[in-house]
């Protein structure tokens, strides 16, 4: 039997390029095409070995043809007339959702594509009702270029942002289930794909993306990164499941529902959280509870017992925690006091477990470690974010805070002190840690940056 592996996976907001209708075997999209800019269903239906779907069928995410297939519906699939094959098989995956009639007018079609894109802007809620039928998880089919980037998922130059073009935006899903996978998590905490998948869309969903910076694609950044260390020798033949479970799920949700703006203007406004959080590490405490909310809703862990379900929970936080900036300071003291005492053991779970609150706060500020071409554009997004905030600030007649004023600030001058006083401290003793050939190379690129950061034929406008 012929498969048909190479097709394109096609999400249903995006019209289909000519060349994929040309093809033998391609995707259709049915009665409703004409809504998203296709052509229209009638001129799709005379394609021979094409696929439509109906308008219950609209979720479909994946899709991978063998043979010659017509689909119509829900139903069993029947050969196409004419076909080779007297056998056919359609793999598909997709979410179940409860979909209301569109409205009429470009404000109902709007929010009709809204709906249907499960890479932007899922409402994730209303998406992951369960059915009524059985559930099945179908076998994963990830189109050539994902599938080759996630083979080198280990690299420590993987590209992110091709990462996330290719898979349409979707890439916080698509890399942490494929890493629980290739840990074997699933496995060994019997976790059901169904729920694991459903927690990962809500947390994709409920990341702000008009962050310019604290989105979801900086947590898939964080969690590649996250999986960079725990293959390091000191992590991988040390570290518990349990260890490893917890430090992909901090990565994951360690920024969820970032609102944009820093801790001290939260504080200043007289925002809610800050009064709920008494003022100490606001964003931080806000994250774990959002973390532990969906892990609850998705109903994930919900197999283990209640204890150790909430000293999870309990651990999760601390690793959420140690991602404040201003305790920078009081958790690297106590790594490095270890480190010059050599009695860091990681058999001892509360060493053990500050080590995992380090990797944690590496791997999230470790975009000037990468290699320029990567590091810079992250660099550009932090400091739109922060300029962001100082422009609310001026429109509101509030001082603005520092790092923040576009006037007076550059991405140069504030890339340069926080590598002096906030990376490159901490990446020092990470290195004393793991004196790998990862740890030294990050360091190489560290200075590689700051170099460069600090040139002023580079950067003239950078301040003295």
Known sequence: ???????????????????????????????????????????????????????????????????????????PSEPVRGAPHSQVKVDYQRFHCHQGPVRPGARGLKSHRRRLSFQRGLKSRHLLQRPSGPQHLLDQVYNCQVKCMLDKVDSWDFDIFMFDRATNGNGLVTLTFHLFLQLGLTRLFRLDPIKLRSFLVMVQA???????????????????????????????????????????????????????????????????????????????????????SLLRE??????????????????????????????????????????DREDLSMADPSHRHLVLQITMKCADICNPCRVWRLSSQWSSRVTAEFFHQ?????????????????????????????????????????????????????????????????DPSQHPETPP
């Open 1 to 75: 039997m012929e498969v048909c592996s190479q097709l394109p996976v096609l999400p249903l907001d995006r019209p289909v390029p000519q060349h994929v209708l040309r093809r033998r075997g391609a995707i259709s999209l049915g009665t409703s095409s004409a809504l998203f800019g296709g052509p229209s269903p009638r001129q799709l239906c005379k394609r021979r070995g094409g696929v439509s779907y109906n308008s219950a069928d609209q979720a479909v995410l994946y899709l991978h043809l063998l043979g010659d297939v017509k689909q119509r519906g829900p139903g």
């Open 206 to 292: 409920d990341y702000h993306q008009r962050n310019p910076y604290h989105n979801s694609l900086h947590a898939t950044d964080v969690t590649q990164a996250m999986y960079c260390f725990l293959r390091q020798p000191k992590l991988a033949t040390t570290l518990s499941s349990c260890d490893m479970l917890l430090a992909l799920v901090a990565a994951v949700t360690h920024d969820l529902d970032h609102p944009g703006v820093n801790q001290g203007f939260l504080v200043r406004t007289g925002h809610h959280l800050a009064a709920l959080y008494k003022n100490s590490s606001v964003l931080e405490s806000h994250h774990w509870r959002c973390a532990v």
């Open 298 to 339: 998705s109903g994930l862990l919900d197999h283990l017992p209640i204890t150790d379900r909430l000293n999870l929970e309990e651990r999760l936080g601390s690793l959420i925690l140690a991602t404040d900036i201003s305790q920078q300071n009081r958790y690297l003291a106590r790594f490095r006091e270890h480190l």
């Open 390 to 454: 100082g422009d609310v600030e001026k429109k509101h007649g509030m001082a603005v805070s520092p790092l923040c004023d576009r006037l007076s600030d550059s991405t140069a001058h504030i890339q340069a002190g926080f590598i002096r006083h906030v990376v490159e401290p901490l990446f020092r003793e990470w290195c004393r840690f793991s004196c790998t050939s990862l740890s030294h190379r990050m360091l190489a690129h560290l200075q590689t940056n700051l170099d460069r950061w600090t």
